[in-house]
């Protein structure tokens, strides 16, 4: 059944449908069943996307008028603001959000990003000035200009789209850059949208350009190896991570990459409410689909027992208040897709088969729906079985025992990931302490919200490299040029 609107690429300043016609089914996650249709762009299509950001940013005045670029990026913030709805739609049928995770994930949080990315916009530093230096017998001034790097490509995955590709789009946008965003198969509305709203906004041809298809590849891999873009923003997994920067070095791609994680919950032995901050990390929210979420939780080896109790009687609290879509309160639904439910299944296998205790779930749920249903699960093992090691992307926490604070840090580190984690404990100099010695992009202290508009997000390690949000985020979009004079 056909739920939303037919998703147009945007090339060249035009809304239109692929070559050739062709297009594909969008399967929505909560059915199993097409809810969309969505154009699915040749590799002709592709290179016009190319060409047309190229020429924009060769051509026109975007790279240098930044009052123009103000006025229209706040002008298509007002045009999300009015398609709210729409936004909510999407992320539910593409993304497979729960009703009451639309809010704070998908819809919200992204626009409220938008607006602190507006916010920041002022700070940018365009100039710096070096002073005059002596060199060789006379005088020289010197200054650095910081210039928007050219054309960008934007690959950006399923879990929480319009989040994402808000991140990249808009920070490319305000720099100065003209971006070709390509979103994943699995939510090509979610792109089209921006299209669609930048055609009424008024962007200039070429400035903004939105390509998606069935293959998970083509355009991405032409955006990585065409020279004629300059820089690529992508989020995803670690494998397509690294074939980027493999792929991308023959051009000497500048490269943004979000890679996920497999942060760490320290619940130390002092938290001042122990049984709460281990059910909080229950993983449930969106399905556990988020590359920051904290899929590890450590907890004391004397209070182990203690905590695997809490978390039973947590999940089984939790019982059945989960994938049904009408259900306002519901805040985690299906996964996004069938490969991904196989995915996680074949974890929950693994598992088992590694020994883990498996304290709640564990098991496909059919009987939810015709989509892509996975019960909240949680095993208690330890940080080297591979369920402890790799990214699930899915509702499945594990839980682990440390000795004392430095086995704690030693296993939150014990990880190839460093994107996220937290630490609770009432003393705040002993959480702080734990807090600088985890090797991650962020870190949560006592419940402290690590992610937000305004403040850089990103990783160490296998999860990636540069910021995104807040200043750092649009000055990822920049390079620096040295201009040096005699006068
Ligand atoms: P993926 O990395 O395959 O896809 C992400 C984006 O890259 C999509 O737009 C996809 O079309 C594109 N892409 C795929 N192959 C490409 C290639 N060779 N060159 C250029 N672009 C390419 O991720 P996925 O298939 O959506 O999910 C697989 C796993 O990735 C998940 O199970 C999860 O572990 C991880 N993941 C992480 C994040 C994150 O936020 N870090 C988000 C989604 C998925």
């Excluded at 239109?16 to 809810?35: L, N």
């Excluded at 490969?339 to 498996?358: F, H, N, T």
């Excluded at 959480?431 to 949560?444: E, F, L, P």
């Excluded at 999860?463 to 000055?475: F, H, K, P, Q």
Aim: charged share 25%; glycine share 12%.
């Amino acid at each position: 059944m056909t739920i939303l609107p037919d998703a147009k690429l945007f090339i060249d300043g035009v809304l239109r449908d692929a070559e050739g016609g062709k297009t594909f089914d969008v399967i929505g996650p909560w059915t199993g069943e097409a809810v969309g249709q969505a154009a699915d762009a040749s590799a002709g299509d592709v290179d016009a996307a190319i060409a047309a950001a190229r020429r924009a940013f060769d051509h026109t005045d975007w790279a240098t008028n930044i009052e123009k670029r103000v006025a229209l990026v706040t002008k298509l913030r007002a045009l999300f603001e009015d398609n709210r709805e729409r936004l909510s739609d999407l992320a539910r049928h593409e993304a497979g959000a729960a009703w009451g995770a639309v809010g704070r994930a998908h819809v919200d949080m992204a626009l409220e990003g938008w607006d602190d990315y507006l916010a920041v916009f002022p700070q940018v530093t365009w100039e710096r000035d070096y002073g005059g230096r002596t060199s060789y017998g006379f005088e020289t001034l010197r200054k650095a200009v910081y210039e928007p790097i050219g054309v960008v490509g934007a690959i950006t995955p399923w879990n929480v789209p319009l989040y994402v590709n808000v991140g990249k789009v808009v920070a490319a946008l305000l720099a100065g850059c003209t971006v070709i965003l390509k979103p994943a198969p699995n939510t090509p509305g979610m792109g089209a949208i921006f299209g669609e709203l930048a055609a009424e906004a008024g962007f200039p041809a070429g400035v903004i350009n939105v390509v998606f298809g069935s293959d998970p590849a083509l355009a991405g891999e032409m955006l990585v190896t065409d020279p004629r873009v300059d820089l690529i923003s992508f989020t995803g997994s670690t494998g397509v991570g690294k074939r980027i920067m493999a792929q991308g070095a023959e051009t000497l791609k500048r490269v943004f990459l979000e890679l996920g994680g497999k942060s760490a919950k320290i619940v130390l032995d002092d938290a001042p409410n122990f049984a709460m901050e281990v059910a909080q990390t229950m993983l449930v929210f969106h399905a556990g689909q988020g590359c920051a979420v904290q899929s590890r939780l450590l907890v004391p080896q004397s209070r182990f027992e203690e905590a695997k109790a809490i978390l039973k009687h947590g999940y089984s609290s939790f019982g059945e208040n989960w994938g049904v879509f009408d259900d306002p309160k519901h805040i985690m639904g299906p996964v996004v897709s069938k490969r991904q439910m196989e995915r996680v299944m074949s974890y929950i296998e693994l598992g088992k088969s590694e020994g883990a205790e498996l304290l709640a779930g564990g098991n496909a749920r059919p009987d939810k729906g015709g989509g892509f249903f996975i019960e909240p699960t949680c095993f208690a093992g330890t940080n080297d079985m591979r369920i402890a090691r790799e990214e699930i992307f899915g509702p499945v926490l594990v839980v682990i025992p440390f000795e004392d604070d430095e086995d704690a840090i030693r296993i939150a580190n014990d990880s190839d990931y460093g994107l996220g984690g937290g630490v609770s404990s009432g003393d705040l100099d002993r959480a702080m302490h734990i807090a600088n010695r985890v090797r991650t992009g962020t870190m949560s202290v006592n419940g402290g919200m690590s992610i937000a508009g305004d403040i850089p997000f990103g990783g160490f390690k296998a999860s990636g490299m540069g910021r995104e949000w807040g200043l750092e985020g649009i000055e990822e979009f920049l390079d620096t040029k040295l201009i040096a004079w005699r006068n």
